[in-house]
């Protein structure tokens, strides 16, 4: 098993561009989720997804979209890219929601918007 | 609604010294407690877990005990070493999917 995968491992984006982030894994996880990481900030939630079809908004959901087509992919847009949006991000999924339940990190994307 | 404080790094120890880095939460119903832990350029693993109060996690040397009556999940480990050396998250899973985490603590260890 790869895992949960992400790609690009590096972004340089100029303020106004677009860009997908993509993230994968090959467990059937039903739930997937994507953080932003920054300095002092922990881990925040953007969006996140039970399944197929169903999507949610997390705690910073503000200019990213996403979609969740087939259980293995979950994309993140950038529709606008700001400098605030300069972080880094983390995808993660795991087999249950619910309290017990690990969630399984992607090793990252770094994003510098200028 | 839910939220984890945890202690302000960075923390530096000596190799084979003790590690307590405190861990305290906010929340509703019956939450699952976690630590994660960040190795320089890597993603977040699960380093341990407890899902009900007095359950003790522990792996690769590193304790937490989920203790109800004081909100704590401290993480501990009697004997540092170099490669312990990260970023360290305290978390809550609560009855949704989402997981709150703490702001982080950065650990590091000299030979």
């Known amino acids: 098993n790869a895992g949960v995968t992400q790609t690009p491992k590096f972004q340089v984006l100029k303020t106004g561009q677009s860009m997908t982030l993509q993230c994968a894994q090959d467990?059937?996880?039903?739930?997937m989720s994507w953080y932003r990481q920054d300095p002092g900030m922990g881990l925040r939630l953007i969006h996140y997804?039970?399944?197929?079809?169903?999507?949610d908004q997390g705690e910073v959901p503000n200019g990213y979209n996403v979609s969740r087509s087939t259980t293995e992919d979950f994309p993140l847009r950038l529709l606008s890219a700001a400098p605030s949006q300069t972080s880094v991000y983390f995808c993660?999924?795991?087999?249950?929601?619910?309290?017990?339940?690990?969630?399984?990190f992607g090793p990252g994307t770094r994003l510098t918007v200028l | 609604g839910n939220s984890v404080t945890q202690m302000e790094g960075p923390v530096t120890l000596s190799e084979e010294a003790f590690l307590t880095i405190n861990c305290t939460y906010t929340?509703?119903?019956?939450?699952?407690l976690f630590w994660y832990v960040q190795y320089p350029g890597e993603g977040l693993q699960l380093l341990l877990k407890?899902?009900?109060?007095?359950d003790k996690g522990s792996n690769k040397g590193f304790e937490a005990t989920y203790r109800k009556e004081t909100t704590s999940f401290h993480l501990e480990k009697g004997s540092v070493q170099v490669s312990d050396s990260a970023v360290y998250f305290c978390?809550?899973?609560?009855?949704?999917?989402?997981?709150?985490f703490g702001k982080g603590t950065l650990l590091t260890v000299n030979p």
């Open positions: 993660a999924s795991s087999y249950e929601g619910g309290p017990g339940h690990e969630q399984f």
């Open positions: 467990m059937n996880h039903e739930y």
């Open positions: 997804s039970v399944g197929a079809g169903i999507t």
């Open positions: 929340a509703t119903g019956y939450p699952s």
């Open positions: 407890a899902t009900k109060a007095d």
């Open positions: 978390a809550l899973g609560g009855s949704n999917y989402k997981l709150t």
